[in-house]
């Protein structure tokens, strides 16, 4: 059922230890292994053409004769090709870009997927991990040679044996195919471990060299996400489930209102919450058109508002508005677009976890890269005050499950009412940004814990609600100066230890 090619270098004994593992390993009786003892004379591209000449098996593994692999992991990459027909080639790292320079872990954070372990001699073993570790195949314009597998029958190129000796070959594999339409994917079915660490050098970039005359007018590729992944939240009974408030802040843009409303009521179960639009200024005619259009899809209230200012008016709505039926508190921007059962998701977080400050979930752009994985919180050398979103614009590397942050995005961010009282509501000094920081800061300093669940996904269509006012940066700086810093300085013993200090 699979033919595996290997270069091999070594002894005797070594590679008898390594065939022997490949056997035990593979889980599959049908097994062709074909070891080529090569020193120096032949390129790894010369190793495996003969190897797909001589292979008798369709499915063809090829691989470093360092690493090991995880029981039954041939069983588990014949369910990776079989549930997946599509992709034709399939490998345990890659990337999603590659760049004019050829150097394809450039902007290895965002675009390279797949996990690794490495576990050099004398050293201890480390993971490698370049995405998250999701149930279907990530797709790349290329992988790493570590272990390339495929089918024979439907690749349409086999290894450039003109480009280099053991360094490009991946690359000069799997770029043509990729450019002739063959679909090549990341699996995280199995795991694998390399018993050392590549390193580039001099034949690495005569190689590059090589492979760019080759390939550089068809450069830069860049393989955004086509989908997200989403998964599906099964809905359990929660004993003593109090009352959520979805908050809501608008002004025009009916459309993104509209989605944005929809998808809660699509995915989440309506009994559970109830919706507080506040409008900020929008036209006679929109407000008529959400009244006539929005409001009937639930038990939603308009509350409209001749100014717009963040922290005051959430805090208005909920000192006005929000009732004490109301136990939770769920903000919400008009350019969220809910995935799955977010509401259900989070209030399980605060039933299964004390001490519950925030939550928040993960938040993707619109062409389905990342905008919110959780925020970090930094101080660097020169004691400036460092905020961001974790894994800002990756591809794939994000969280799947629940984690502690310093906090969340207020974008789309769950908080009970009392302790959002107790923390003394949003801080309304904030004129641009930083209010929701604070608040998520805030709750740390109270003795709360604030926590990201990374199976909970949303659209935040970040772009299209930008401020267009041309003082919003200035803004943001004065908020920063005036107001944010003086409370990390004020504060910095009691939230210490949820900041990086690089």
Request: charged share 20%.
């Amino acid at each position: 059922m699979i033919t595996i090619v290997y270069s091999t270098h070594k002894d005797s004994d070594y590679n008898n230890k390594f065939k022997q593992h490949l056997l035990q390993t593979v889980g599959l009786n049908n097994v062709q292994i074909l070891e080529y003892v090569n020193n120096n004379e032949y390129s790894l591209s010369q190793v495996y053409n003969s190897g797909i000449t001589e292979s008798i098996y369709d499915i063809v593994v090829c691989c470093h004769n360092d690493i090991k692999l995880e029981k039954n992991w041939g069983v588990k990459l014949l369910g990776d090709f079989n549930n997946q027909p599509e992709f034709s080639i399939i490998g345990k790292a890659g990337t999603c870009y590659f760049p004019n320079s050829g150097i394809y872990w450039e902007r290895m954070q965002q675009t390279m997927v797949g996990q690794v372990y490495h576990h050099p001699k004398g050293g201890k073993k480390f993971l490698s991990k370049y995405s998250a570790k999701l149930p279907e195949l990530i797709p790349v314009v290329s992988i790493d040679g570590l272990f390339i597998s495929f089918n024979k029958t439907k690749i349409k190129h086999k290894f450039d044996e003109t480009i280099g000796k053991f360094h490009f070959y991946d690359h000069g594999f799997c770029i043509p195919n990729y450019l002739d339409g063959i679909k090549i994917g990341v699996t995280s079915s199995f795991d694998i471990t390399h018993e050392s660490v590549g390193q580039p050098n001099q034949e690495f970039f005569e190689s590059k060299d090589k492979f760019l005359e080759k390939w550089s007018n068809n450069l830069p590729i860049d393989l955004k996400p086509e989908n997200i992944y989403v998964p599906k939240i099964v809905e359990k009974p929660i004993k003593n489930l109090g009352k959520i408030a979805v908050i809501i802040l608008t002004k025009g843009k009916t459309n993104l209102l509209f989605n944005c409303i929809e998808s809660f009521y699509k995915h989440c179960n309506s009994e559970l919450f109830d919706i507080f639009i506040g409008d900020t200024g929008s036209t006679r005619d929109e407000k008529d058109w959400i009244k006539s259009n929005i409001l009937p899809m639930g038990n939603i209230q308009l509350i409209e508002f001749d100014y717009y200012n963040f922290a005051q008016i959430n805090n208005d709505i909920v000192k006005n508005h929000i009732t004490d039926n109301y136990e939770y508190l769920l903000f919400s921007n008009n350019d969220i677009k809910i995935l799955n059962n977010v509401v259900y998701g989070m209030l399980k977080v605060f039933n299964d976890n004390k001490k519950v400050g925030t939550v928040g979930a993960r938040l993707h752009y619109e062409d389905n890269t990342i905008q919110h994985d959780g925020i970090i919180t930094l101080i660097d050398q020169k004691k400036t005050f460092i905020v961001t979103h974790s894994n800002l614009k990756s591809y794939y590397n994000f969280t799947t499950n629940l984690k502690k942050v310093p906090g969340s995005t207020g974008a789309l961010l769950m908080i009970r009412k009392n302790v959002f009282e107790r923390c003394g509501f949003f801080n309304e000094n904030y004129v641009g940004c930083f209010e929701d920081v604070e608040l998520n800061l805030k709750c740390i300093t109270l003795g709360f814990d604030n926590f990201y669940d990374g199976s909970l996904v949303s659209y935040h269509l970040e772009s299209q609600t930008r401020n267009e006012d041309s003082d919003y940066y200035l803004k943001i700086q004065i908020d920063y100066l005036e107001t944010l810093q003086p409370f990390i300085i004020k504060n910095l013993d009691k939230i210490k230890n949820h900041i990086t200090f690089l």
